[in-house]
């Protein structure tokens, strides 16, 4: 205050000696009085504030001066005030005077904005004035500056927080109502701050209407408390709460935030919690239904707690309806349990999983979390598999259908898994439908046996295949590989063959090779395929064979033709996968050479000998040949009366054997029928050779012609009448013609 003494005092000097800080030339205006609020305030003007009044004093120093009109031009950080009008408008205060003698004053009043950045200091501002010294003279410029002091400040500030009143602190249960708010305000200020309200409204963890209270003072440098009414939410925890409280002060506000502190005096706490109850854990696994979780919670405070309802709802991966459990008392350090019923979702891994718990004191409502463990797990193996075939000593193999195949399964987990799906798609050796099994519950270490059947693929092979099976339960899945082995096999084998004949020759037909052929395996062979290849006319088309038992013998005859020419031909044949050539020796058949000898026939001759010379010209013996005289309808073998039944034979002639070089004369009796048509007639000589015990013969066909001509007499029938044929009797026509035309010719010469 004494350094606003002393500027004030310097101004008046500058002001009574008419000193201009804004001009070189003298003026009779000068300022001798600056104050704030009003001339005996002590208050000073601070940072922030609006419409604060400003009191100018002016005074005439010099001769009078008439239409006098004067007010203050301000600049940054001070700014006009304002006045209220309906709207907010600004305010510049002009005073005027018809006259203002010489040492008259004038007090002028204005309202000052100012800047909230402005700062502590003496700021030069004008006082814009004019007037005349005489009425007949011209207007004259009478401004002057004036200094202007800046040098208060507050600071209003929270300094504590609680709940009571008069210093005396409460400890309410959350939810109590209504329960008083203090708050200790200070002022670090150098200016006492005066007539300041303070509007609170209520956040949480506080509520109700907004409340306002009015502070007279706050002292530079000083404390005041002030108190609100307040609502207690239910749900209050521990900590730190943000608060903010609104003030205004000579038209100035603003807001001031502070924390507010809560500590409880009793604290519901989980020990821990588990599934199972009363301490008997279980090994809990997805799927699981209606199923205890154990929770243990203890009041950790100093304070009995009575009436405490937990409220359970269960979160993934349990699920369940809400439960609620009530406890009449808790006192200090004492445990309960509360159990509640769940189910485990289907899939859920082992693990460690947050579940909330809410409690409820009186209206107050508290959360807490807490872990429960899952760790029970199946662990589903194969403990073997194998093959089966209920009937006989055969073993399962390459092209078996529909066979059992049997795994043997087990679960060495902690948990009896319920309603496992096993499913089993057959791989490379076997084949089929994928097939599913279902079971109720598969117990710790107790193996059960899964059947399924499957086919084996004809071309597998002996050895230990990898199979996989698909499990799955309550959303659990899985996969499990295992070995199976295949032992039952095949094996075909070609034992031996023959020939029939051993030999053959060229274009001998219908020969013979007869293969052995055995299934030496465990197993059945499916589908054989009996087959022949080779250059030789092969007349067999592939056979395959359905089943094949094993250690069953099979004889397969191969029917083939010989060529035109001679040599080592092979024949390829195929049982199954097994191959083996036989080697046919093929010679040059014997050449047969036949001759005929017929005389030329007339209709109605008998017993006309025809003759036939066959020769065999080699390489080898001809062996049981018979002879067969095919002739037409015109000719007919002669049969003695005496010995009607030799024709039967007449037309088999049979030779054993005819070698190299021998040569022999066949010579046959015919008949020549009465009415057989002179001409050109052709005739068969039938050759069948037996060569080589062959089972279809060789045959070879002689053809031959032989003529039927007209005789000039014939003798009809029996009677041995002489008789003219017609050929004959058309020539005695056409002479006896020739006759007559030549008669008549000669008389007509003769008239002539």
Known sequence: MKKIAIFLAILVLVSAFGYSLSSAEATPIVVSGVYWFSENSTMQAVPGMNNVPLFLTVENNGPTIYNFTAYIVLKNPF???FIINGSEQLQKTVINASELPSGYKIQIMQLVNISPEARNGIYIENLFAYGKYSTSYPIENLSTT????????????????????NGQLLNPIPGENPVPLTLVLGNSGNEPVTNVTFTYIPSYPFYGNAQKAILTAIPEYGYVPVTFMVNFSNNVRSGYYLQKIQYTYYNDSGSITFNFTWSENYSISIL????????????????????????????????????????????????????????????????????????IANGTLDGIYNQTLETFIG????????????????????????????????VPGPGMRDIPINIVISNIGNTNPTNITFTYSPEYPFYG?????????????KPITLTYFVSIFSNASDGIYQQEIYYDFSGYNGIVKFSTSLIGYSNISIQGYFLNPSYVYTNQTFNAVTFSIINSGNSPAFNVTLQARSSLEIVNTPM???LLPPHLPLNYTVYYNSPSLPGIYYIY???????????VNVIQSPVLSIKSNFPTLTPGESKVQVTFYLENRGPSTIQSMQVHFVYPEVLDLYVSSDNPLG?????????????????????????????????????ELVIIIMENNTIRPILETFYFTFQISTPFFSTNGTSGVLTLSNITIIILVIIIIALVGMYIRQIRKKKS
Request: proline content about 6%; hydrophobic content about 40%; aromatic content about 12%.
């Open 79 to 81: 700014s006009y005030g």
């Open 146 to 165: 004036f200094l202007l002091p800046l040098n208060g400040n507050v600071n209003i500030f929270v300094a504590s927080s609680y709940i009571g009143e």
């Open 272 to 343: 821990g919690a588990y599934i199972g109850y009363s301490g008997n854990v279980i090994n809990g696994i997805g799927g699981m239904k209606n199923i205890p979780v154990s929770i243990e919670i203890a009041n950790t405070g100093t304070e009995y707690v009575s009436n405490v309802t937990f409220i359970y709802s269960p979160e993934y991966p349990f699920y369940g309806l809400v439960q609620r459990k009530q406890i009449p008392l808790i006192v200090p350090f004492q445990t309960e349990l509360l159990t509640f019923v769940v189910s």
């Open 363 to 394: 209206s107050n409502l508290s959360r807490m979390e807490f872990s429960v463990q899952i760790n029970g797990y199946s662990d589903i193996i194969v403990d073997g598999s194998f093959l089966n075939i209920s009937s006989g000593n055969l």
């Open 433 to 445: 439908q994928k097939q599913e099994l279902n079971i109720p519950v598969l117990p710790e270490f």
């Open 544 to 546: 395959n064979i359905s």
């Open 573 to 583: 044949f195929f049982a199954g996968n097994k191959e083996i050539a036989v080697p």
């Open 647 to 683: 024709g039967l034979f007449l037309n088999n002639v049979t030779l054993a054997s005819v070698k190299p070089g021998q040569n022999f004369t066949l010579p046959y009796i015919i008949d020549v029928a009465d009415n057989a048509i002179p001409g050109k007639y052709t005739g």
